[in-house]
């Protein structure tokens, strides 16, 4: 690969994360949820909406470490959008929910989501979307195998 390439690749990788990330914050960082970060956001996306999920499992799905998540944790609670509470098999490990504050959250996080994709994806053709996929595909390969 020439190296013009690896540059306008390196610049388009770093500019489509900073677009990405400065749209949601302008769309999902204002009104009610303005006392949360796009990071905080991205916990309540990991805890998700199912049945509670332990710490251990919502930080490997954010690639934090425990602690790293448990101060997030503390203060997402404080603002009412994350419930903690003790498993009743293991009173050892920490269950996490989120609260009706919190699930509110997730709806417009997945929605912000939901829309920016579907707009992307009317600029394409059926065959660039293909190529597009697989490229995507192995971006997130190579990124999990770091």
Not at 16 to 40: C, H, M, P, Q
Not at 90 to 109: F, I, M, N, Q
Request: proline share 1%.
């Amino acid at each position: 690969m020439d190296v013009d390439r690896e540059k306008l690749f390196n610049s388009m990788l770093v500019m489509v994360f900073r677009e990405i990330e400065d749209a949601e914050r302008r769309a999902l960082i204002t009104g009610n949820y303005k006392d949360i970060s796009i990071n905080d956001m991205h916990i309540l996306e990991a805890i998700g909406v199912g049945k509670p999920k332990n710490m251990s499992a919502v930080a490997k799905a954010i690639s934090v470490t425990v602690g790293t998540l448990t101060t997030a944790i503390n203060n997402l609670v404080k603002k009412g959008y994350v419930r903690r509470v003790r498993s009743e098999e293991d009173k050892r490990v920490v269950l996490l929910s989120l609260t009706g504050k919190g699930h509110s959250a997730y709806e417009s996080h997945a929605a912000f989501h939901k829309n920016m994709i579907r707009t992307v994806m009317e600029g394409f053709e059926e065959n660039e979307l293909d190529v597009l996929s697989r490229a995507f595909l192995k971006l997130r390969k190579y990124f999990r195998n770091l």
